[in-house]
């Protein structure tokens, strides 16, 4: 078990939030408000919604997911169970979601550091899928839930939460049947996204366009643009507020590794692991010349 893990009374949270004052955020999982502990600690707490185990249940996936421990996993200090309230206790991460500072124009990520994302979110899939004693499998990889420390360090957030929830998956998986290849799919997605400076969604023409389609469509042209006959400048397609300050092998790079994740054939997708070494020899390439 993590160390510090714990339960924690309805009331040291009430204290801990000021009555639930600081809001951070909402999603399909609940709402996280900002705490600080009595030893001073900052956290963020998740009131859960839609939970149907069991109190046992409930505790027993709590401490499991409690024991994981990776430098790209947001860390669980505890939970609360005090009917009707179920609620997550994890550190506080300082500069929120990378959705609030990719898909915004008052902060520019640079090409290293959304690099230095990719491997981390990489890194901690990876523990998931292939370290923990009882393999955790996401469900909902997404820029709002991989979230940058002070150093815009990565830390994958929400991870273990999809039995607790029921989940099925995110807008791009949910009629698959789940595997860590799911994950992997919601990973080449998370790669399109920070190569193009933009949400895939935000391609289709329309809200009535398919969204499958308008992935099949982006995957296809960047493996004719990567790997083609005729491989042709990657210029056009990378984010443009970069004005061109990008390394051209790391960003073909994370191309051929989001069509790889996104093929329809699940078998076909890499695991996490063999993705974190590819990223690694990018990385130590690049670093030799």
């Known amino acids: 078990m993590a160390s510090n893990f714990r339960r924690y009374s309805y009331k040291e949270l009430v ?37 149907r185990h069991c109190d046992e249940e409930f505790q027993a996936e709590l401490r499991v997911i409690g024991r994981i421990n990776h430098m790209n996993l947001v860390r669980i200090w505890g939970f609360c169970s005090e009917s009707p309230y179920r609620m997550l206790i994890t550190e506080y991460i300082e500069n929120g979601s990378l959705a ?25 899939l990876a523990y ?5 004693l009882e393999w955790v499998i996401h469900c909902d990889v997404k820029p709002e839930n991989i979230l940058l420390d002070q150093n815009l360090e990565p830390k994958i ?16 998986i949910s009629s698959l049947q789940i595997t860590a290849k799911v994950d992997v799919y919601s990973y080449g997605v998370v790669l399109l996204e920070l190569v193009l400076g933009r949400q895939v969604l935000d391609l289709a023409i329309d809200a009535n366009e398919e969204v499958h389609k308008v992935l099949r469509e982006l995957v296809g042209m960047l493996a004719q643009m990567v790997d083609g006959e005729q491989p042709s400048s990657i210029n056009e397609v990378v ?24 093929d329809e054939e699940r078998s076909k997708r890499p695991t996490m692991e063999s993705v974190v070494q590819t990223l690694l020899l990018a990385d130590e390439s690049c670093s030799m010349r």
């Open 15 to 51: 204290k801990a939030t000021r009555k639930f004052k600081d809001e951070l955020g909402r999603g399909g999982s609940g709402i996280v408000y900002k705490g600080i502990l009595d030893d001073g600690r900052a956290v963020a707490v998740k009131m859960l919604e839609n939970i």
């Open 239 to 262: 984010d443009h507020r970069l004005s061109g300050h990008f390394n051209d092998t790391q960003v073909r790079t994370l191309i051929r590794l989001a069509v790889s994740c996104l």
């Open 157 to 172: 957030a929400d991870f273990g939460l999809a039995k607790l929830l029921n989940r099925g998956g995110s807008k791009w």
């Open 100 to 124: 609030d500072i990719l898909f915004k124009d008052n902060i520019l990520l640079e090409w290293k550091q959304r690099f230095n994302i990719a491997l981390g979110v990489a890194k901690g």
């Open 128 to 132: 998931l899928h292939h370290e923990c």
